[in-house]
DNA sequence: ATGAAAGCGCTAACAC
DNA sequence: GTGTTAGCGCTTTCAT
């Protein structure tokens, strides 16, 4: 091949070349483009028609520059892996519409680090909101960022920041009455990594589980990662006193778990339940038949997108807070306890 | 709740103030952030430190406006659903370390719709060059985008334009073999949207079975979702002469198949095989099993962001292709066709 | 080693 | 309805 690849790039238009080009000024150019009253419809045609024919593209970075305030919303993920990610932004664009805010991903380079890098890029790309959907990050440092930028989070509830979350005592709750219902008593938790700020889950299923009488039993991955689950769950597995049932945090670990069980020779759900959390596609896939808690995560990052608009418009609004129910969904994974 | 939500969010910090903290000239200040040289390490300790202390952030749009070259990279995704995005991601954010450059992420709304929106938003932001991962743009399309900013193909090869690809006809190859050694006659492939231009996978598929005196049988699903493929493959599986054998253009679409497949009582692989291609997450996971070609989507992501790097470099070297060998990965849903 | 000054392309008063 | 003008915060020659 001998194309140069780069043929005929050559210098931006502006909307000046625009503007020269019709014979009118920048400034009505600039109007032309936002759809601002007061140019005429045939100055508005003749520029959105010389543009078009010049190649000219709005520059953002420009236009940001100028403009006072910030309307781009930042949405700042912690793993591209985990499908409730993509659910989340779904949500989140769907929310935003074509509108006038565009949408910046930031994404954690590891499922274990904090995001600081992540949420810094989006900040630095000075975004007028920041939607966090992450769990490894400390409430501190959420509280943290929202000195510089007003932050929406999702799937999670800091106390005084705008939280778009799903009530997590009802559905672990819902979870661990089910192995119980089932007649279970060594139910083990696989929750994620110690260091987090996301505790519900594991600090419900240790009440339940008291509650009843029973001992409870957290086993904590290394990071949000089927692997790392894998990884936790062969020793707590391997072992003599074994769980016959485990509520994982989320879809993900869950899966971690069914592959140690599966290496192990463990059979699901004869020989150990297993419930998860998120009911994410994984979960619903023939062979995998996962009970999972569903949080309905598109419906969370709509939310999400919903509010941070509303932030925008009010920042000095009170923070608010929305929390949605989730709901169980039974599926093959879970079983009563073998009779030894 | 009372806080409010936005408490004391000022002004953000400029360089100017951080050069009139310490006591210098803006430009120097400029210079000690980015580790430029003439700038003694006292001056430059003392401007950190102030930066630090004051909470300054850097501007990325002013930067970028005011740079003549733009050093951003865009990634342009179909589908954060899909798994072998999120290894592209990973491929490409680990080319590009956490160095100068920026990673900037455009996904597509609907998996089904042309990208253009996302591809013009990156665009938009001023990015030096635009890494496209993306299967339902025509050729023409991505072309045309050359003619504004460089292009790395990921996934796929266009002539005259940078490509990082698998060799897909050795892929097909492998795949439509191995069913055919197994004894299969009717096999079917169900493939993306036909006005895509990512034919070789079907092409191949085709070629190969008019060569072995058989007739092809291509079902097309309207997007590459797994639902578009279940929709697709329920009436193919459900007709009388109903194929014994699928090959599936990515694992998301087989998944679709194996979904329509159970959901009619037919059984993976006793009553169907099926081959998937893209070696994801799914395909390996207990319970899905399934036969799939592994084109290494990490290394292609990771190639395409080393290239990406050198077209930047090189706006006018002749356009590069590389292009890396895939392999079947053997699992459970692929047998014998039923003795019938 | 340090500073002055000229923009980058755009928005947003404000005037006409 | 249209044009003038002053920046936005930064990079980047070019002096000193």
């Given at each position: 091949?001998?194309?140069?690849?780069?043929s005929?790039?050559?210098?931006?238009v502006?909307?000046?070349?625009v503007?020269?080009?019709?014979?009118?000024?920048?400034t009505?150019?600039?109007?032309?483009?936002?759809?601002?009253?007061?140019v005429?419809?045939e100055t508005?045609?003749?520029?959105?028609?010389a543009?078009?024919?010049?190649?000219?593209?709005h520059?953002?970075?420009?236009?940001?520059?100028?403009?006072k305030?910030?309307?781009?919303?930042?949405?700042?993920?912690?793993?591209?892996?985990?499908?409730?990610?993509?659910?989340?932004?779904a949500g989140?664009?769907?929310?935003?519409?074509?509108?006038?805010?565009?949408?910046?991903?930031?994404?954690?380079?590891?499922?274990?680090g904090s995001?600081?890098?992540?949420?810094?890029?989006l900040?630095?790309?000075?975004?007028?909101v920041?939607?966090a959907?992450?769990?490894?990050d400390?409430?501190?440092?959420?509280?943290?960022?929202?000195q510089t930028v007003?932050v929406?989070n999702?799937?999670?509830?800091?106390?005084?920041?705008?939280?778009?979350?799903?009530?997590?005592?009802?559905?672990t709750?819902?979870?661990?009455s089910?192995?119980?219902g089932?007649?279970h008593?060594?139910?083990?938790?696989m929750?994620?990594?110690?260091?987090?700020?996301h505790l519900?889950?594991?600090?419900?299923?240790?009440?339940?589980?008291?509650?009843?009488?029973?001992e409870?039993?957290?086993?904590?991955?290394?990071?949000?990662?089927?692997?790392?689950?894998?990884?936790?769950a062969h020793?707590?597995?391997?072992?003599p006193?074994?769980?016959?049932a485990v509520?994982?945090?989320?879809d993900?670990?869950a899966?971690?778990?069914?592959?140690?069980?599966?290496?192990?020779?463990?059979?699901?759900?004869?020989?150990?339940?297993?419930?998860?959390?998120?009911?994410?596609?994984?979960?619903?896939l023939?062979?995998i038949?996962?009970?999972?808690?569903?949080?309905?995560?598109?419906?969370?990052?709509?939310?999400?997108?919903?509010?941070?608009?509303?932030?925008?418009?009010?920042?000095?609004a009170?923070a608010?807070?929305?929390?949605?129910?989730?709901?169980?969904v039974?599926r093959a994974?879970?079983?009563?306890?073998?009779s030894?």
């Amino acid at each position: 091949m001998s194309f140069p690849a780069a043929s005929g790039r050559r210098r931006p238009v502006t909307q000046e070349d625009v503007a020269r080009a019709v014979g009118v000024s920048r400034t009505l150019v600039s109007f032309a483009f936002r759809g601002a009253p007061g140019v005429s419809p045939e100055t508005r045609d003749a520029i959105l028609e010389a543009a078009r024919r010049l190649g000219y593209r709005h520059n953002v970075l420009a236009a940001g520059l100028a403009s006072k305030r910030a309307s781009a919303v930042g949405l700042y993920l912690l793993d591209l892996h985990n499908e409730v990610y993509a659910d989340i932004f779904a949500g989140v664009s769907e929310a935003l519409g074509d509108g006038a805010h565009r949408l910046i991903l930031g994404v954690t380079d590891s499922p274990s680090g904090s995001g600081r890098a992540a949420a810094d890029s989006l900040i630095e790309a000075r975004i007028g909101v920041l939607i966090a959907a992450t769990l490894t990050d400390p409430d501190a440092y959420i509280r943290e960022l929202t000195q510089t930028v007003p932050v929406v989070n999702v799937a999670r509830r800091v106390p005084g920041v705008d939280s778009i979350y799903s009530d997590d005592r009802a559905g672990t709750s819902a979870a661990v009455s089910h192995l119980l219902g089932l007649g279970h008593t060594r139910i083990a938790h696989m929750a994620g990594p110690p260091h987090e700020g996301h505790l519900e889950r594991r600090r419900t299923y240790e009440r339940l589980m008291v509650s009843a009488g029973l001992e409870p039993r957290v086993v904590p991955a290394q990071d949000y990662t089927q692997e790392a689950a894998e990884r936790a769950a062969h020793a707590l597995l391997a072992a003599p006193e074994r769980p016959t049932a485990v509520f994982a945090h989320n879809d993900e670990l869950a899966l971690g778990v069914r592959e140690a069980a599966y290496a192990l020779g463990l059979r699901v759900p004869q020989d150990l339940s297993l419930i998860g959390y998120d009911n994410s596609r994984l979960a619903r896939l023939r062979g995998i038949d996962l009970t999972s808690v569903d949080l309905h995560a598109r419906d969370l990052g709509k939310a999400a997108g919903e509010a941070a608009l509303e932030r925008l418009a009010q920042p000095e609004a009170p923070a608010m807070e929305r929390r949605s129910e989730p709901h169980l969904v039974l599926r093959a994974s879970t079983a009563g306890p073998a009779s030894s």
